[in-house]
């Protein structure tokens, strides 16, 4: 065969790996000096400003303090003693509304971007998310019939539970079984990857056209709240959502995390991936359940937030390649920070009048997205 | 490593593909599957693959059957290069046949892995596009990196469906090479379904033939391959032509 004159010492292609990767780690470590600062940023921005320093010292008591309380032997060990903020107000401010408003946008990013890359992996399909397999419509159908007919079904069945639990609990309801339907129908038909991105578009219409009815026939003060709630956003955030959320993410992450290698071994086929050792289906069937988990938990508390399942791996693709054991954290640390800046330019650029979140980040993220195609493959990082 | 096939059918939902169809192979033979479209190649090696499930017959490999092995163990031992080949964006060549080392990595990559790696792309003549993305390549160079791919796993049998199909004149010959290479140097077992009878005649240590899902007639080349046999099978009529490189099939009228 003719004989290639390129590269041809006996360690290119180890040179080229290990290259490669420390190039991809720093932009991981990049990418999550810039999610810190715009957690920081975030935590001090607002219709009322508070200053680094008050916030270092709100945190740091919030996390001392019921320490120092549980385990007082620790304080005599490691004395520290800190001020109380300068600002009186700020410790509510934070920690009351704040971080778990932060930590919301951050879980929640973190959830549909890393959802969105294993699901485009799975399906070797880069136009699927939790959104183009029906997962979306849904969700916002299970919301809208929570929110229309709640008062009444809570009202005699269920009278301790609150609207709010119950939008949330028939929003995560639904998204599972849209996936559940999409899955079932594809597996009558082979499994083909064509036809569960096709179940997963009809799901989503049947969906769709509930929505619609419920709209049509709710009193304009549901028609609202449906409004609101298919317009997403961090309003819903609280500690409580936030101690659900975090293990949630966590799990799912690791989860999906420790599938990277078979994920890579997808993209050379269904066929190929078998022959290598894997179980395409069960692999399929565990991924995609425990990505629409990750994202219809964070969907049920925030309601509708697209494009970071979609985008969000799409640029990181363009910028730490296709080894998903550096593309699903790179998702997550993008997907964050997209979420956390847009949330807080959102609540902020107008402030005290706060503007739906997607406005901000469609901007934001599509202009970084068309940046990224002009810019041209040819200086990847990887 | 030796591998039995046992009265092995394989069907598409009620649609039987093949039928029946046993043979045994050698350590260190390259067995060429041919047979006109449709006759079940692609399927009995898909079988062998263990990606369809015969719905009777066994496979041995080695005197253990397939079907009872445990995937990854198959993986190490069955190589398998697809005739319709996949790959996703922003895949690189080097990533691409990195895979074939996947039953042999836990999470991080070893020196040793990467060096497999180099040899298969030498193997191939692709060592210098080892950065290049799968999409800039040439149908002719990806189908060569999926070639290196099932190199750089090191099974003992070797499966290929059709990996002339896409290369021009020049490169079938060398891809042919590479596989008798595999079977007379690193004593590996290749089965490879071609459609270019001249290349099963000079590479092949044995030849299969399938029609319509059964096999015609398994044997050498030179005992199979007749102009006979050629036209109950393909419906062509061919001559043989000898000359100072050998004899070559020139088919002379359908």
Not at chain 1, 24 to 53: K, M, Y
Not at chain 1, 147 to 169: C, E, K, R, S, W
Not at chain 2, 128 to 149: C, H, T
Request: charged share 15%.
């Amino acid at each position: 065969m003719v004989q290639d004159t390129r590269i041809h010492s006996p360690s290119a292609v180890n040179t080229l790996y290990r290259s490669g990767g420390l190039r991809r780690i720093a932009l991981l470590v990049a990418l999550a000096i810039i999610l810190i600062a715009a957690v920081i940023w975030a935590a001090c921005t607002g219709t009322v400003e508070v200053s680094v320093h008050d916030t270092y010292l709100v945190c740091a008591h919030a996390v001392l303090d019921p320490l120092y309380t549980a385990l007082p032997g620790l304080a005599a060990m490691v004395p520290v003693t800190l001020p109380p903020p300068s600002d009186p107000q700020a410790t509510l401010i934070v920690t009351g509304f704040r971080l778990p408003r932060i930590l919301l946008a951050v879980l929640t990013g973190i959830s549909l971007a890393v959802a969105g890359s294993v699901m485009q992996g799975l399906l070797r399909n880069p136009l699927v998310s939790p959104f183009t397999l029906g997962l979306s419509s849904a969700a916002s159908f299970g919301a809208a019939v929570a929110i229309v007919i709640g008062p009444a079904v809570l009202g005699t069945m269920a009278p301790g539970m609150g609207n709010d639990a119950f939008i949330i609990l028939m929003a995560f309801l639904f998204g599972w079984l849209s996936m559940f339907l999409v899955y079932m129908i594809a597996r009558s038909r082979g499994m083909s990857q064509s036809m569960l991105i096709l179940a997963g578009v009809v799901i989503g219409y049947i969906f769709q056209a509930g929505v619609m009815g419920m709209n049509y026939i709710s009193s304009s003060d549901r028609l609202r709240d449906i409004v609101v709630w298919l317009m997403g956003g961090m309003w819903g955030a609280s500690w409580n959502a936030v101690f659900i959320l975090t293990p949630v993410c966590l799990g799912c992450f690791i989860i999906l995390e420790l599938m990277a290698w078979d994920l890579n071994a997808l993209s050379s086929g269904d066929d190929v991936a078998q022959s290598i050792g894997i179980n395409v289906e069960r692999l399929r069937l565990k991924g995609l359940m425990v990505a629409t988990f990750a994202s219809s938990c964070c969907l049920a508390f925030t309601g509708i937030i697209g494009f970071i399942g979609l985008m969000a791996p799409h640029i990181c693709r363009m910028l730490i390649g296709n080894d998903h054991r550096y593309l699903i954290p790179c998702s997550a640390l993008l997907g964050a920070s997209i979420l956390l800046i847009s949330d807080t330019v959102a609540r902020t650029i107008l402030s005290p009048v706060e503007i739906p979140v997607g406005i901000i980040m469609y901007l934001i993220g599509g202009c970084f997205f068309l940046f990224l195609i002009l810019r041209g493959r040819g200086r990847g990082l990887y | 490593m030796e591998l039995v096939l046992d009265t092995i059918t394989t069907a598409y939902g009620n649609t039987v593909a093949v039928e029946d169809v046993s043979f045994t192979v050698l350590p260190g033979q390259v067995v060429a599957l041919i047979g006109p479209n449709g006759s079940g190649k692609s399927t009995l090696i898909k079988t062998i693959a263990t990606i369809l499930k015969p719905l009777r017959g066994s496979i041995t490999i080695d005197g253990l059957d397939i079907a009872r092995m445990h995937p990854i163990d198959l993986a190490s031992r069955i190589g398998y290069v697809p005739q319709q080949y996949t790959y996703t964006l922003y895949s690189t060549v080097m990533e691409t046949v990195l895979l074939g080392r996947r039953p042999y990595i836990k999470w991080s990559v070893s020196d040793e892995e990467l060096s497999r790696v180099q040899r298969a792309l030498e193997a191939v003549d692709m060592a210098g596009s080892a950065g290049r993305f799968m999409d800039q390549l040439s149908g002719g160079e990806r189908q060569k990196v999926f070639i290196a791919r099932a190199l750089a796993q090191e099974p003992a049998l070797y499966l290929f469906d059709e990996p002339t199909s896409a290369l021009d004149i020049r490169h079938q010959l060398g891809v042919m090479e590479t596989l008798r290479i595999l079977g007379t140097s690193r004593g590996a077992t290749v089965i490879v379904a071609l459609h270019d009878l001249n290349l099963a005649y000079r590479y092949a240590d044995r030849v299969v033939i399938m029609d319509q899902g059964r096999l015609v007639a398994a044997g050498k080349p030179q005992d199979v391959l007749t102009p006979d046999c050629i036209r109950s099978v393909y419906g062509v009529e061919t001559v043989f032509v000898t000359n100072e490189h050998g004899e070559f099939i020139l088919p002379v009228r359908g």
